[in-house]
């Protein structure tokens, strides 16, 4: 922290100064506390500025201190932002880079608040299962009204400077020179009276309609939560707002901040907002990391194959700057990806607009599209994008080696092929890896990065790089089938369809995991997707075999248990959605509102008998526990085969790409809270009905850390043993 006095009407500035992003720890709150009272009483200063070191006027509460939260000697920030509010000097903050959680309830307090152009905003507490708890929840709607301010504290979104002047978040924006320009203000209001820039003493604007709109927005707000507690208590905060006197809002504001700061919701969220961050400092078994390998510079990109994904693929590089050519095998499919590629661009062009982001370039002038490899020569990467068929990769990757310079990166598009073989057709296989992105590509935010056994250090470097360029989570991951995410998804799949055969419905089983917290659940997700999809995948693992008349398909594959349910639906015409039919049937192909569907009840029935299976009634914890935590048995076997090193990276790969809710951590936070001896105990009596489910058997690492004592996630990694081979 540090004062200076400036300018003619003596202005002290107070620079908030924690790196790397100015959070308000103990120590920064009591040394702002002790800087805005000794400007306060210098009877030479006229007015105060503060900001933030470096370019960034604060991300909020530290949030690694929160574990200490309540204990004696710990800060709180809320009488600060009182004193400063409450000055007879006026405040002026000067918003650079962002002002987030307590950074904007500071700001908050000032009397003014003056901000650059590329600043954000926003009050995100509620994504760490908290509410803001230094008034910002009875200041901001005094502000700038309920519905807006609901908006922004029940989603926590971070909101661009330009919006934030538009809804009066901000007095002034300026394009340079902040600092100076928040010098300038304060000296020219220096002389104003201070009482009608206190928001503490303002009233929250009413509407005609308050109660009505409060109800029906109660409503939403639970609606959007699936089942986390966050955005309820902030809308209760913000509901006293408009009932309270400010100093009754903010005890009610305090109250509800102490229950949500030690619930289990609250707990897990924060978890997840450290996971993702530990997990993207990635540590290969071979020593190789984050710290020791340095990115090479991606200039100009390919994309090979312009289907859905790679049409996403590329449009994620254009946002991120990135030249791009954009390479399909015909004229025919090059159009049609043309097409769909400006439509887009135009719509994320449209958002930026509406978001009042600026276009530095317009995106299209920065794409090439060819049908030749020759103008793969000068690129530095390639993202290859067809369909996943080995013998067409290994095809492109051949030509790959011949076309791109040496030191191009070679990255294949792929959700379970094995990258060692791709790799071996290239004469660099240092520089052949995987990326698999989640489609739509440029909207889903998690990137897992496969490296094979020759992947140089500096090509994941610079994957991961590129993946925080596009505004993406990149997940280092070894090789095997499926990775992490899908190799976790096929048990979980299996249960499901096994469910059904016992007695389930896709309704039962889809609500007990919509309840559990997923937005839709495993036959919502299917319909959605198209059974197409998963059937062309198991097909390709040879699963599906040929077609048999309905009853006749054994209930096996290689002396496994295998369902031919999802095939016969697949073989039925039934695709999802875009037949207005699947698990659920719709009131037109495209349609998105499922109703159950007569015929899937039906043919489950006349299945059941064929195979002369008794339907029995399957409670709603049964369904959760064979569907997670068969789930989570994988992630035990990936952990012991150390295609992570981190459970960490599990979570955040489920979280940010799977739909597993936050407010419950990740799959491995969340059997740690169950405890690994209950799962243990509860897969061995699964186990024991279903011998020929090999995935229900126990894996070994969770025998061991149960006999461990079941020693906390943090641990778990250091007790992985050595490598297993991973194919
Ligand atoms: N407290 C402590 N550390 C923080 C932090 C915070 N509020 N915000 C970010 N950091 C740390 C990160 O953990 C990371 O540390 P490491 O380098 O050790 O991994 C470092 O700052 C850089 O962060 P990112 O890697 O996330 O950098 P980024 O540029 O991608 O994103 C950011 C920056 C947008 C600020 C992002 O870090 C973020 O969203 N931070 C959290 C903001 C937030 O939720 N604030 C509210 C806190 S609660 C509160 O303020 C009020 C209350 O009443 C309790």
């Known amino acids: 922290m540090a004062q200076a006095v400036r300018g003619s009407a003596r202005v002290a500035v107070i620079r908030l100064c924690n790196p790397p992003v100015n959070a308000l720890s103990t120590t920064t709150i009591r040394a702002l506390e002790q800087e805005v009272n000794r400007a306060n009483i210098d009877p030479t200063v006229k007015a105060v500025v503060i900001c933030g070191a470096n370019g960034k006027f604060s991300a909020g509460a530290d949030i690694k201190g929160f574990p200490n939260i309540g204990q004696p000697g710990m800060a709180s920030l809320e009488p600060v932002v009182s004193l400063i509010e409450n000055s007879e000097k006026p405040m002026v903050a000067a918003i650079e880079g962002m002002a987030f959680g307590g950074g904007l309830e500071v700001a908050l307090g000032c009397h003014y608040r003056i901000a650059n152009v590329k600043a954000r905003v926003g009050l995100p507490e509620v994504t760490l299962g908290l509410l803001p708890g230094a008034g910002g929840t009875q200041r901001l709607p005094r502000l700038i009204g309920v519905p807006a301010a609901l908006d922004i504290i029940t989603t926590g979104k971070h909101v661009p400077a330009t919006e934030a002047l538009k809804l009066g978040i901000l007095d002034e924006l300026v394009e340079e020179n902040t600092v100076e320009a928040a010098i300038s203000l304060a000296e020219r209001v220096s002389d104003q009276p201070l009482g009608p820039r206190r928001l503490c003493l303002k009233e929250t604007p009413k509407l005609p309609n308050m109660e009505a709109f409060l109800e029906e927005a109660f409503v939403k707000v639970k609606k959007q939560a699936n089942g986390c507690f966050s955005p309820e208590m902030c809308f209760q905060a913000i509901k006293a707002s408009v009932y309270l006197p400010f100093a009754e809002g903010i005890h009610k504001e305090r109250e509800l901040f102490l229950i949500q700061m030690f619930s289990g919701q609250a707990k897990a969220l924060q978890y997840a907002f450290t996971a993702q961050r530990v997990s993207e400092k990635w540590a290969l078994p ?3 990391s984050w710290k020791t390998a340095a990115p090479q510079p991606i200039r100009k990109a390919a994309v090979i194959g312009l289907g859905t994904m790679g049409q996403g693929i590329v449009v994620s590089l254009l946002k991120a700057k990135i030249r791009v050519v954009a390479l399909e095998q015909d004229r025919k499919h090059l159009e049609l990806a043309r097409g769909a590629i400006m439509a887009r ?3 994320v062009a449209l958002r930026m607009q509406q978001n009042g982001l600026k276009l530095d370039g317009y995106m299209p002038d920065l794409l090439h599209f060819t049908l030749d490899f020759g103008a793969l020569k000068g690129v530095d990467l390639v993202i290859e994008a067809v369909f996943e068929n080995m013998a067409v990769k290994k ?3 051949h030509k790959l080696s011949a076309a791109c310079k040496p030191e191009a990166i070679l990255a294949t598009n792929t959700s379970y092929l094995d990258i060692d073989e791709i790799a071996s057709v290239t ?3 240092h520089q052949v890896i995987g990326t698999h992105f989640f489609a739509p590509a440029h909207i889903m935010p998690l990137l897992e990065i496969i490296y094979g056994q020759q992947t ?5 470097a610079t994957a991961m790089k590129l993946s925080k360029t596009m505004g993406k989570i990149g997940v280092v991951v070894g090789n095997c089938f499926g990775f992490v995410g899908n190799r976790m998804l096929n048990p979980y799949l299996e249960q499901c369809y096994f469910l059904l055969e016992d007695g389930s419905t896709p309704e039962e089983v889809d609500k007990a995991l919509e309840e559990f917290g997923f937005k839709l659940g495993p036959f919502r997700v299917a319909d959605y997707t198209g059974l197409d999809v998963g059937w062309r995948s198991r097909e390709g693992q040879g699963l599906t075999g040929a077609k048999l008349p309905l009853g006749t398909p054994p209930r096996q594959r290689d002396g496994r248990r295998y369902s031919p349910l999802p095939d016969i639906l697949y073989e039925n015409g039934r695709y999802g959605q875009k037949r207005g039919k699947g698990w659920y049937q719709y009131d037109k192909p495209g349609g998105n509102v499922a109703k159950s569907d007569p015929w899937v009840h039906g043919f489950l029935s006349e299945y059941r008998s064929a195979h002369r299976i008794v339907a029995r009634t399957i409670t709603q914890d049964e369904i959760l526990e064979r569907c997670l935590y068969s789930l989570i048995n994988e992630g035990f076997r ?3 085969d150390r295609i992570v090193s981190l459970p960490e990276a599990i979570d955040t790969i489920y ?21 690994l001896p209950r799962i243990l105990t509860k897969l061995q009596k699964y186990a024991e009905a279903n011998p020929d489910i090999p995935s229900l058997q126990p894996s070994a690492f969770l025998k061991k850390l149960v006999a461990l004592g079941s020693p906390p996630l943090k641990e ?8 297993h081979s991973r194919l």
Request: net charge neutral; charged share 10%.
């Open 655 to 675: 979280i940010n790409g799977y739909g597993w809710p936050r407010h419950n951590g990740g799959p491995m936070f969340y059997a740690s809270v169950v405890g």
């Open 427 to 429: 004469s660099h296989p």
């Open 395 to 397: 095809e492109i990757f």
């Open 638 to 640: 990936i952990l012991s």
């Open 716 to 723: 778990w990694s250091s007790l992985q043993g050595s490598q």
């Open 345 to 347: 661009l135009e719509r």
């Open 286 to 288: 071979t020593g190789a």
């Open 456 to 460: 140089s250090p500096t090509v994941i």
